[in-house]
């Protein structure tokens, strides 16, 4: 089988991937080495930017999260028994919007499925060939079988600790991590009141 771009993890990257590609007319194949209850069913985090919220909108698949997430305009602290409120659609007019991380997994799934766009569950990646060339191919076992999916690209959405990332030399890959300049236990830890 050869695809344009070969997706190595259906969770949230590898979905939005298969759809921003999708709507640029590139073919894609996702690869997931767990079963889809298990993609759809994985508790994790639950609280959405306003960016990822619009990219959601942008690319179609946020019907359901308009319907039933749960939006916040701000925070409170309360320190000394007096509360203080940052409201950030006052200060910089945008928002964090409360809906499971399991939840757009579902809705990006339904709706690349619905597109046509083929994710294989259960298929575990086994190894990385030609990754230095212009012709690299996955490695993968599906129902007990040994299969190979040639593709011009391979993006690895699997994590951190995932197989692709562990199967590239650095020299061969590339990462793309956004680093917050700050923490909120930090941020609470400096701002917490000293006591004379």
Known sequence: MHVQVGIV??????LMLARLLRLQGISSVILESRNR????????????????????N?????ERLRREC????????????????????ELIQRRVYIYGQQECVKDFIAVNLADGVPIIFEAEATAFEGVDTDKPAIRYR??????KLHCDF???????????????KTSERKDFDRVYPF?????LVDAKPSHH
């Open 9 to 14: 993890g259906a969770g949230p990257a590898g």
């Open 37 to 56: 209850q298990y993609v759809e069913t994985r508790v994790r985090a639950g609280l959405l930017e306003q960016g990822s919220v619009d990219l959601i």
């Open 58 to 62: 942008e690319t179609g698949m946020g």
């Open 70 to 89: 749960l939006p916040h305009d701000g925070i409170e602290f309360i320190f000394s028994g007096q509360r203080h409120r940052i409201d950030m659609q």
């Open 142 to 147: 599906h129902q007990g079988a040994e299969h």
């Open 154 to 168: 391979i993006a690895g959405c699997d994590g951190f600790h995932g197989a692709a990332r562990a199967s590239f």
């Open 183 to 187: 923490g909120w236990l930090g941020i």
